[in-house]
């Protein structure tokens, strides 16, 4: 009981830390740390909501399951962020070359 | 061997596995993508005509993945309002694959950049047949961790193509969709682990049963709700929505705001009037409302405000999916039938009003090759399909009669006096005059006829273009006409929202 | 330029100081947790949850770790998906990016080269050992493709240009392998049983270890091809020789 | 399908289908198009004139598709529908005819003719329309018809206009909208009939139900051009004159008057607004109209801008006789007048552009003398003139007539005295151009020769106005005959036993 | 007895993931928040272990640190080089530019 409202508890706080830290940084790699911060508090929630000590019966696999689930999905997430944010940081510099390059034709990005 | 016959609930699979096959297909062959999509688009149309046929004819199905009852298994199930959402999913599913087409070929034409423009080909379609199969996959699923799932594929697939034109703007835009999408899968996912505490299910009829009104029920309601309002971009959360639609190539555009969005309010709307009806309270109903109504607004304005025509078109998008927040308040006078019937007919008119006016603004922008709004005089002669689809289309957003929107705004109108809540009223009325303002602004560019000749630069755009968006301008246009039919399809479906599960351990 | 300022910039302000809008955001995030928090307190019973449902259907999975019978057989439906999801990053970042080029070709020690090669095999054999076990202690597809992406990724970091000898198809083959063969098997259950993954009564065991070891393979490379960071030179093989940006050719 | 429903549906297709093919024939192909045009608007006027023919021997003639409960898609044909689609009909062929003249060598034709049978179809529509719904549709349905013909031109200056008349009609339309649902809710589904809506709720509903009247009449209201609500007309004259033609005497303020007409008599009818007591409030707006149009047109220099506001006037002859509800003659005057304006006003806008199009005159300063180099036109233009300030044998007269003698016959002397003022006015703004047209001297050549040949003008110009001043003049020497509008309205007035 | 020290574990457990997740957030050095989240993922498959679920124990030591970790890593070495081929462009075309700020204070490695 104490040890499930314990991880529970340590779930929702770094879920906070990790919202927060998402929201007020802005470097990307930041971003996506503070995502998988966030995810592995939801994470300790659910596993901690279906923890038995040993010896009161079997503990249910389900979110267990559910976890696993989460967390491939988290990897597969932050891989494909990741490449988006280095993507970022490189087409950054080269739009610039091709914006000083052909100054005259520019067009209006979006805000 | 089992024999499957016109009864077997097995069917509903096909929307799902039909486009996944088709989204491995594309990604393992890099010769004839299209021709696996179209066949998996006109499959996919097929098996959700007969998902609809089945559905008047039996009532709702239950599928159970793997025999598996509930409370451990997951079910799909179709009910009237996910078959009409399947319905709008295929139909302009089927005319975003071939615009696309249209859309490809047109640019691999061009000499300058063909590398990354047969890239975008190359990875546009196994990412959009996989979103297919997300969103089906979303409107099927009755389970709500499978909905996270769904919810997920949904948005990677989503953020991926949306990064997919490779300019910085849009990649910018894409992060932060794609970091959005996650915030809003998270705090979804920590609904779900708070539902899971305090009812131990994951099926949603059983959490209908189970869920009592306990404060951490309710709390994990307004966590699935803030998360699916994140990616619905209703208003305090609507920033990431314009960058993102605005920048993605045309087709892409049309699949984000056209279709995207409509999941995740679709859940939202499951959650708020079938699963969590009971709990539900006025003050959160109006509060709802009233974010609906400055999304109405607020995105009205900013629309007026654009300067660029693709811009313009995704700030209609927030103000028009105001027009579906703004339903919530009437629950209580105008009856979950009624509220189901205005939100269906307003997200289908939307859906295809909306492909066919990003489909426009797309041929506009490849035809002319920028599409800022105060130099787009004399497409009108040019591209005169596309200025006449794009016309319907905003006719449809203004809701004027005879489109689908109208039939919702009419239901809209009628709860809101019927209620004595005439503000709401007055506030669907003025969205309307200011998509009025928005959409004739541009139009009425397309009529001035140009000083000097145009220049004759471009090659003649295929008609792959510029029909499926005429086509899809005239359904949302005569939705109203055909209103019954959609009618008929939700009382069909309406049993299941009354029908109870016996819930418990198997 | 925005975009450089946006993801570059301002990195730092935060560490200086907290400006008002951040402290109201710190404030609605600590009330939020808060109250999250209390909630949780407020009802620590928790519901029972599904063990005993998994433990009655155990016995027909077909597995006897519960955990892969839930993955696999009773809520297969979800890994199903869950392995697009996987899918989808790679499709996403190939369509994104070329994998970029090693900085500069940098010796490697004969040590780290010999170690390299022990290893890799080791981690294969590892990777095997977990998928096979996952039938019946912790263990499964995830686990043991996460130790061959491992190894992928060992060998990138050798820079052993593994990637660059697997010709495109054979590698989205590879790629694709786990999500078809589950598919495939989901289909397969589909004609034979009436069910989507509803596997034929006995046959459960040796279709969902076929299921695993296709997606364990799959999944490893997915990842370490996410490590890659991008889709591998030669495919897209008919690319011009000019590119958009001609000034960083190297890591497009 | 029952043989109405069959005519109802083609009476809609043979301008629909047209349109259509219109719009993708290439522009080039000229013939085909007016071909296309002509053999759609005679067939219209033939099946326009069978279904007339059918109501007058009382067939019934109805489509009905509910869409969603309490909303119904409903075709009705009654007299009064049919008064409004033969005028519509016949004019259609006429600003047609005059169209194909006036258009030679513009661009953008095929999208022109297009909207311009479409806009007719929609006309045709609201004279159809059955209940307040489908009225609607096709009210709102007729503003974006109308909207690319209006901004034709292409110029920042019809964009103006154009953008103004869009505000104007939508507005409407949502004001319109939004009093359509409130009386939904108040009474439930109501279809045009002779007795309007049950009156028990009177009692209950009375304020909210003048509330509701109000709101109606400001949404067709506007589109009529009654008097807070007009200033969208006097600049949409920068349309072509065909187009002119259209939103002046066929379809735009036609659908404005008839739309007050229907809910005047078929929405609330007569009892109710008697009992209701909201009616002099129409009154007063149609007198105000009438003389602000009148002395605004005064002022006007313009040709086509004096026109316009001579309508602002005129057709509030419509709204002020169905005011006058508990006096039939009155009644028979308003109706009649949406008849006889369109055939005075679409002959003085044909003349108008006849003027602009042959000499480039768009000023009265420049008509000097102008009959003599047109006198054909000139004359078509007196008639119609004439038949506006109300001298006998035009018909003009015969409607202010009827209309006086209503007003006298309810004791409303002042009715008379509007009369007289307005025909005053209509006589100061008139008579000048007449007399400056006829017996004025050419003091310098024409502002911009623009044809020279046989006739005057081209046959194509020439014809249509000639044809309307010559029904102008017919109507009124036979009103009394067996087939004439008066007559008809009179049929309509018996229908609804007044 | 055995229920104190393990209730003592936990919170030793608790509060060092606490502060290493509060650490990984907050230092202003990337690359050693990368370092610290790589020991965070493996301090959470302790915790996995402790919660009684060996499988996520598992997927979370070889998914969450062991090729997380190396994923950021990978990325910041890329966008680094990026980011130096954008100086270097900087200072050959384009000195208006505001790119000159560092991308993180200290340099690491």
């Known amino acids: ?111 | ?506 | 330029m925005k975009t450089g300022k946006v993801i570059m910039g301002q990195t730092r302000n935060r560490h200086k100081r907290l400006d008002w809008i951040q402290r109201l955001f710190l404030l609605l995030v600590l009330c939020l947790t808060t109250l999250l928090g209390v909630i949780l307190c407020s009802s620590p019973e928790t519901a029972p949850g599904l063990a005993d449902a998994v433990a009655h259907l155990q016995g027909r999975s077909g597995v006897e770790s519960p955990v892969t019978a839930v993955l696999l057989n009773f809520r297969g439906y979800d890994t199903l998906l869950e392995v697009m999801v996987l899918l989808l990053a790679v499709i996403g970042a190939w369509s994104l990016t070329k994998a970029p080029l090693p900085d500069q070709i940098t010796d490697i020690s004969p040590v780290q080269l010999g170690v390299v090669r022990l290893l890799v095999p080791v981690m294969c054999l590892v990777a095997a050992y977990l998928v096979w076990q996952g039938s019946h202690l912790a263990g499964g597809a995830f686990q043991g493709g996460a130790i061959i992406g491992a190894a992928g990724v060992l060998l990138l970091v050798s820079e052993l240009p593994w990637l660059r000898d697997i010709p495109p198809l054979p590698l989205r083959i590879g790629l694709v392998l786990g999500p078809l063969v589950f598919v495939g098997t989901a289909l397969f259950c589909l004609l034979w049983t009436g069910n989507l993954l509803g596997y034929p009564e006995g046959a459960g065991g040796w279709l969902i270890l076929l299921i695993e070891a296709a997606c364990a393979l799959s999944i490893g490379l997915t990842l370490a091809l996410l490590f890659a960071g991008g889709r591998p030179e030669n495919e897209l093989v008919k690319a011009d020789k000019q590119t958009d940006f001609p000034c960083n050719r190297e890591s497009l | ?498 | ?109």
């Not at chain 2, 179209?38 to 199905?61: D, E, K, S």
């Not at chain 2, 009205?300 to 339903?327: E, P």
């Not at chain 4, 007569?270 to 003389?291: D, F, K, M, R």
């Open chain 2, 1 to 506: 061997m089992i024999f499957f016959t016109t009864e077997t609930p097995a069917w509903i699979v096909a929307p799902v596995v039909l486009p996944l096959i088709a989204g491995l297909f594309c990604f393992l062959f890099s010769h004839r993508t299209f021709s696996i999509a179209l066949i998996a688009a006109l499959l996919n149309f097929l098996a959700v005509c007969f998902l609809t046929r089945q559905l008047i004819l039996f009532g709702p199905m239950h599928c159970h993945m793997g025999g598996w009852q509930p409370p451990l298994g997951i079910t799909l199930r179709t009910d009237g309002p996910a078959v009409l959402m399947l319905l709008m999913t295929a139909v302009t599913g089927l005319g975003i694959t071939l615009y696309a087409r249209g859309y490809f070929s047109h640019r691999m034409v061009t000499p300058v950049r063909s590398d990354r423009h047969r890239q975008q080909q190359r990875y546009f379609w196994p990412l959009w047949m996989l979103l297919l199969a997300g969103l089906n996959g979303l409107f099927l699923s009755n389970d709500i961790f499978n909905l996270y799932v769904t919810l997920e594929i949904v948005g990677i697939s989503a953020a991926s193509l949306a990064a997919l034109s490779g300019k910085p703007a849009s990649l910018l835009a894409s992060f932060r969709y794609l970091l959005v999408s996650l915030l809003g899968s998270l705090t979804y996912l920590l609904g779900v682990v708070f539902l899971y505490r305090s009812c131990g299910v994951l099926d949603l009829d059983l959490v209908q049963n189970l869920a009592g009104d306990g404060v951490e029920v309710r709390a994990a309601l307004a966590l699935l709700s803030v998360g699916l309002m994140l990616k619905t971009a209703l208003v305090p959360l609507h920033f990431w929505l314009p960058p993102a639609h605005a920048n993605a190539l045309a087709p892409i555009s049309v699949i984000l705001s056209a279709l995207v969005v409509k999941g995740s309010f679709y859940l939202l709307f499951r959650f708020w009037f079938e699963v969590f009806a009971s709990i539900v309270t006025s003050s959160a109903l109006n509060f709802m409302g009233t974010l609906g109504a400055i999304a109405i607004l607020w995105g009205a304005i900013q629309a007026i405000r654009q300067h660029r025509l693709k811009l313009m078109v995704a700030y209609s998008t927030i103000s028009q999916l105001g027009y579906l927040f703004i339903a919530f308040p009437l629950a209580r006078v105008a009856g979950n039938a009624q509220l189901w019937s205005i939100v269906i007919f307003m997200a289908l008119a939307h859906a295809f009003a909306k492909s066919a006016m990003f489909m426009a603004a797309g041929s506009v922008y490849l035809h002319l090759g920028h599409d800022r709004i105060k130099d787009i005089s004399g497409v009108r002669s040019s591209l005169p399909i596309t200025v006449f689809a794009y016309g319907i289309a905003g006719v449809s957003l203004m809701g004027l009669p005879p489109s689908g929107a109208f039939i919702a705004k009419w239901m809209l109108l009628s709860s809101s006096l019927a209620s004595a809540q005439w503000w709401w009223a007055l506030v669907v009325m003025s969205g309307s005059l200011l998509a009025m303002i928005y959409v004739f602004r541009v139009m009425s560019r397309f009529f001035v006829i140009p000083a000097g000749l145009p220049p004759d630069t471009t090659e003649p755009l295929s008609p792959l273009m510029e029909w499926p968006s005429l086509v899809l301008a005239l359904i949302s246009l005569f939705l109203g006409l055909l209103a019954p039919w959609p009618l008929l399809i939700l009382a069909e479906g309406s049993t299941s929202l009354a029908q109870v599960f016996p819930g418990g351990m198997p």
């Open chain 1, 1 to 111: 009981m104490i040890t499930t409202l314990l991880y529970s508890l340590t779930g929702m706080v770094l879920f906070g830390m990790g919202l927060f830290t998402l929201i007020v940084h802005s470097h990307p790699l930041r971003k996506i740390l503070a995502v998988n911060v966030m995810a592995t508090g939801v994470f300790l929630i659910l596993v901690a909501t279906a923890y038995i000590p040993f010896g009161k019966g079997a503990i249910d696999p389900v979110p267990h399951a559910m976890v696993l689930t989460g967390i491939v999905v988290s990897v597969s997430v932050t891989a494909l962020a990741l490449i988006l944010a280095c993507r970022l940081q490189e087409t950054s510099n080269l739009d610039l070359r091709a914006k000083t390059k052909q100054s005259s034709n520019t067009k209006e990005s979006g805000t």
């Open chain 5, 1 to 109: 007895m055995i229920y104190s020290i393990l209730t003592f574990f936990d919170i030793i457990l608790v509060l060092t993931l606490l502060w290493l997740g509060w650490r990984l957030l907050d230092t202003e050095d990337i690359f050693k928040a990368i370092v610290l989240f790589i020991s965070f993922g493996l301090l959470m498959s302790l915790a996995w272990v402790r919660m009684r679920a060996p499988d996520v124990a598992l997927a979370e030591a070889a998914l969450g640190a062991g090729l997380t970790g190396p994923l950021f890593l990978a990325a910041l070495r890329r966008m680094r080089r990026a980011y130096k081929g954008e100086r270097r462009l900087d200072s050959h075309e384009n000195r208006e530019g505001d790119h000159g700020t560092d991308p993180e204070q200290t340099q690491a490695t």
């Open chain 4, 1 to 498: 399908m029952n043989p109405g429903q069959f005519l109802l549906t083609a009476i809609l297709l043979s301008s629909f289908i047209p349109g259509i093919i219109i719009f993708s024939l290439p522009e080039e192909q000229h013939r085909l198009r007016t071909i296309l045009n002509l053999c759609g608007s005679i067939i219209k006027i033939s099946l326009v004139l069978v279904m007339d023919a059918a109501i007058y021997y009382g067939y019934i003639f109805e489509i009905r598709i509910p869409l969603i409960p309490g909303v119904d898609f409903l075709l009705n044909a009654d007299p009064l529908s049919a008064l409004f689609a033969t005028l519509s009909s016949v004019l259609w062929l006429l600003t047609t005819v005059y169209a194909v003249g006036y258009l030679e060598g513009s661009p953008n034709r095929s999208h022109f003719f297009g909207y311009f049978s479409l806009c007719v179809t929609v006309t045709i529509g609201i004279a159809l329309a059955g209940n307040l719904v489908t009225f609607l549709l096709f009210y709102e349905m007729l503003t974006l018809t109308t909207y690319p013909l209006v901004i034709h031109r292409g110029t920042e200056k019809s964009l103006r206009a154009g953008r103004n008349y869009l505000i104007y009609a939508f507005s409407g339309g949502a004001v319109f909208l939004f009093g359509v649902v409130w009386l939904q809710a108040v009474v439930g589904p109501v279809d045009f009939s002779a007795t309007g809506f049950s009156p028990s709720y009177l009692d209950s509903h009375g304020t909210v139900l003048i509330l509701i009247f109000a709101l109606l009449i400001i949404g067709v209201g506007v589109k009529a051009a009654l008097v807070p609500l007009h200033g969208w007309l006097p600049q949409a004259m920068v349309a072509p004159a065909p187009v002119s033609a259209l939103l002046h005497a066929v379809a735009v303020v036609k659908a404005g008057a008839f739309g007050i007409v229907r809910i005047v008599l078929d929405v609330y009818g007569a009892q109710n607004l008697l009992l209701l007591g909201c009616l002099p409030l129409l009154t007063a707006v149609a007198s105000i109209t009438i003389l602000y149009g009148s002395v605004r047109a005064l002022q006007q220099d313009n040709l086509k801008r004096r026109l316009a506001f001579s309508t602002i006037s005129q057709v509030s002859y419509i709204a002020l006789g169905v005011s006058l509800i508990d006096q039939p003659l009155a009644v028979i005057g308003g109706l009649v007048h949406l008849v006889h304006q369109g055939l005075m006003k679409i002959t003085l806008f044909f003349c108008a552009g006849n003027l602009a199009e042959t000499l480039g005159i768009h000023r009265i300063s420049e008509m000097h003398g102008v009959a003599r180099r047109m006198p054909l036109t000139m004359t078509a233009f007196t008639i119609g003139a004439l038949g506006m300030i109300g001298i006998p044998p035009t018909v003009g007269f015969i409607s202010k007539w009827y209309l006086g003698l209503g007003g006298l016959a309810g004791g409303n002397w002042w009715v008379l005295a509007i009369l007289v003022v307005s025909s005053f006015l209509n006589a100061l703004y008139f008579l000048p151009i007449l007399s400056r047209a006829w017996f004025g001297k050419q003091e310098r050549p024409w502002p911009e020769e623009l044809y020279i040949g046989r006739f005057e003008t081209r046959l194509m110009l020439l014809v249509p106005p000639l044809v309307t001043a010559f029904t102008v003049m017919a109507a009124g020497l036979v009103a009394n005959a067996q087939i004439s509008p008066l007559t008809w309205v009179r049929f309509i007035v018996r229908e609804y036993g007044l």
